[in-house]
């Protein structure tokens, strides 16, 4: 099973871009003005991320207007969920640079910092 | 028996007691790498004793031989030997099952573990193609959000994540700080550091040892990381990017399980390195090493041992103490393929 490409992000940030529902037609034109690319392989892309939940589509006529289920932010704070999701299998997947830390750990520390800066001076 | 026992005490004992020797913050600050080195061959060592003692019950003990047929006749005869008695089958059906038991539990846990971890980095994966912008200057994806995080996405398609907010909140001494501790979290491995703690204590979820593991083990390679960074930059500079991103992140709203954690490392970074002695590393090293190859010596010496003895003397037992079942066996008729008193069918002297 093929990973998302380069070519499924340029797709979704023209998607996200126009913020309204548009045909394969309209986001082809917008690609082409940067690379040289098919009709048919626009159309194959958009679908895929339909199949795979990222875009809505509905019947216009005789063609589909897809756009984005969700804002890229939303998507964002899902990531981010994901990344630090303690109940989860968060070891399996992911090593963030660190967990969270208290309000009281963030005080100590930030002393502790200040003191030593003050030594060093 | 004896042998199925001591490795079986050995494993018992070991988990118990290891946690209190390596967990706690002394030497294992000083010398994060060494200590994951030691856990590491601890839990190896325990699963292996476990198994070698389910083994050592079912399995009787053969002489070690050269010759592949000459050690499968001698197992052919010692197997009829013990399965005689209904006591051997039963303690040799025990022994299966601990063995087996062992090996499926962890075998099955693996491959769970090993299908959910990739279908996991491919959904993130995709969901950061697609969400996230790559900064090749930075060597990382940056995903718009308003918390500041930092994270690494292990594997075959391996990627650094860091949130706008962080980067607004680093400077770029900061920022390659924060980099190159991620970046020592992907070529260390330590995905596979946790991933071995976390399958084995689902398998064996009873073993103090295999509990106490995961979360150390969690601290630990976060050290090691930190370690690595400080190498590159400056201690200071790293402790100050920890506060950073701990400051900028969005305050939790209850204390996050990985809590006394990122204190820790920050006042460690604080404070100058005190890396351990030589003596004390070579002390450690020594011990580990100890615990590892224990197990494997009292698991081989009987058939080690079987090795010196004189083979099935011709006629009558000799002054050596036989076992019953070995005398039953010299006086048996002699199975097809085998000659008396040829040194290629030996027995072993002495009871399991």
């Known amino acids: ?121 | 028996m004896i042998v199925a026992l001591l490795l079986l005490s050995y494993a018992g004992g070991l988990s118990v007691l290891a946690p209190r020797v390596l967990t706690g913050r002394g030497w294992t600050v000083r010398a994060p790498r060494l200590a994951v080195a030691a856990w590491q061959v601890l839990i190896v060592s325990v699963l292996a004793a476990t198994f070698m003692a389910g083994l050592a019950l079912a399995v009787p003990t053969v002489p070690i031989r050269v010759g592949l047929s000459e050690l499968l006749r001698a197992c052919e005869m010692a197997l009829r030997a013990g399965y005689a008695t209904p006591g051997h089958a039963a303690m040799a059906a025990t022994g299966l099952l601990l063995s087996g038991g062992v090996a499926l539990r962890l075998g099955y846990w693996l491959v769970r573990w090993a299908l959910t971890v990739r279908r996991q980095r491919r959904a993130h994966l995709d969901a950061l193609t697609l969400v996230g912008r790559p900064s090749p200057e930075l060597g990382a994806v940056v995903v718009g959000h308003a918390a500041a995080a930092a994270y690494c996405l292990p594997g075959r398609h391996r990627r650094i994540v860091l949130t706008s907010a962080a980067l607004g909140a680093l400077d770029g001494d900061q920022l390659r700080a924060v980099l190159g501790h991620e970046l020592a979290h992907l070529r260390g491995r330590h995905d596979l550091v946790l991933a071995l703690a976390d399958v084995v204590a689902r398998a064996l979820p009873f073993v103090p040892l295999f509990i106490a593991a995961r979360g150390e083990l969690r601290a630990l390679i976060e050290m090691v990381a930190d370690d690595v960074a400080a190498g590159d930059h400056d201690r200071d500079v790293l402790a100050s990017a920890l506060l950073s991103v701990a400051e900028g992140s969005a305050p939790a709203a209850t204390l996050a399980a990985g809590g006394p954690t990122a204190a820790v490392r920050i006042r460690r970074m604080l404070s100058p390195a005190h890396p351990l002695t030589r003596m004390s590393r070579f002390g450690v090293g020594l011990t580990v090493g100890a615990a590892f190859f224990l197990p494997i010596f009292v698991a081989g010496a009987p058939a080690a041992m079987a090795s010196n003895q004189p083979y099935c003397p011709v006629g009558e037992p000799t002054s050596l103490q036989l076992a019953p079942v070995a005398r039953q066996i010299c006086a048996a008729p002699v199975p097809e393929g085998c000659t008396r008193g040829h040194s290629s069918h030996v027995l072993r002297a002495g009871s399991r």
Request: aromatic fraction near 8%; glycine fraction near 2%.
């Open chain 1, 1 to 121: 099973m093929r990973r998302f490409g380069e070519l499924e992000s340029a797709v979704m940030d023209r998607l996200w871009a126009r913020d309204e529902p548009s045909t394969v037609r309209d986001v082809l034109d917008e690609l082409r003005a940067h690379r040289s690319i098919a009709y048919t392989t626009v159309m194959t892309v958009m679908d895929n991320l339909y199949k795979k939940r990222w875009l809505t589509r509905q019947l216009d006529g005789r063609a589909y207007r897809y756009r984005p289920v969700a804002s890229r932010d939303q998507y964002s704070a899902a990531l981010m969920h994901t990344a630090f999701d303690e109940s989860g299998d968060r070891a399996a997947a992911l090593v963030s640079f660190l967990d969270q830390m208290s309000a009281e750990d963030t005080e100590a520390v930030r002393n502790a910092l200040r003191k030593l800066r003050r030594r060093t001076r």
